[in-house]
């Protein structure tokens, strides 16, 4: 098993709790967190006591995506790469899976929660999709689901010039289930669709999953694939790198 202490999970009556704890760096997502992230998603596949796995953040972030100074000292090279181990277990994670976005969700953050089959977020937690102003392009389908959810001219937007949005615009938008007053309140929200669908018939919850994600499943596994193809290209541009050293060099390694 892939221990990692900033992935932690608990577990109650059929609900697993995964908590990505790495609050000083804005729970920045690190190839050890994806391994650990994309590990338990596999065991709470087969695990029958997992009936809905929620997951959250912690401090004032769900997740600042992608940890940039792995981006540049070990970015990730094709589909056995950690992020897309991650990504693809995400995408064919056949039980209930809920986000409660306690607070700034970017790059991935935000990409994971086109995946979760219910999303609710802190009242005026921000959320971004910087992939185009670090020289990047979008992942885990999202040039595919982003458009479908909230429409092309909102998608470009939040894609091309990555331009911030709220948890009340995501919400107005149809993109996130509910909006909870704070972090607590937000965890609630989220933790009481996950009761009632764990007292649900579970073969009926799954079934209606795969039901509603089942016409679109290829086009978002092609998605995926061809957009990664491009990151992993893109990464070792000299314009992506200039990108994260910028972001990575204003801020001094601390001993
Ligand atoms: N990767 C690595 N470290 C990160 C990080 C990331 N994605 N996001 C935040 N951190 C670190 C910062 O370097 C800082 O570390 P330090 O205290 O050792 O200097 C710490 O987390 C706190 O972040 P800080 O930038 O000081 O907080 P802030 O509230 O001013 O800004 C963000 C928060 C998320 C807006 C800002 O950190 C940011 O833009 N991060 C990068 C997000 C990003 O581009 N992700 C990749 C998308 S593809």
Sequence with gaps: MIAT???????????????????????ALTVAMYAALA??????ETDPETR????????DSFTSGNDIADFLTAPPTGEDSPVFQFLTALQRFEK??????????????????????????RAGALLRL????????????????????IGHARAAE?????EPFSAEQALAWGLINGVGADAEATLELALAAAKRLAAQPQVAVRLTKALLKGPEAERVREAIARESRH?????????????????AGQRPARP
């Design 231 to 247: 990151f992993v290209e893109l990464l070792r541009s000299s314009q992506a790198r200039a990108a994260l050293e910028g972001f």
């Design 130 to 149: 910087p992939f185009a102003n670090l020289g990047l392009c979008p992942e885990a389908g999202s040039s595919v689901l982003l458009p479908q959810r």
């Design 96 to 121: 209930p899976l809920i986000a409660a976005v306690n607070g700034l969700a970017v790059g991935i953050g935000v990409t994971l929660l086109l995946h979760c089959d219910l999303v609710y977020a």
């Design 52 to 59: 809905v796995l929620v997951l959250t953040g912690s401090g």
């Design 5 to 27: 202490r900033e992935i932690v999970t608990e577990a109650r009556d059929g609900v697993l709790l995964a908590r990505i704890t790495r609050p000083e760096k804005k729970n």
């Design 39 to 44: 590990a338990r998603l596999k065991e709470a």
């Design 158 to 162: 939040l894609l091309l010039l990555g």
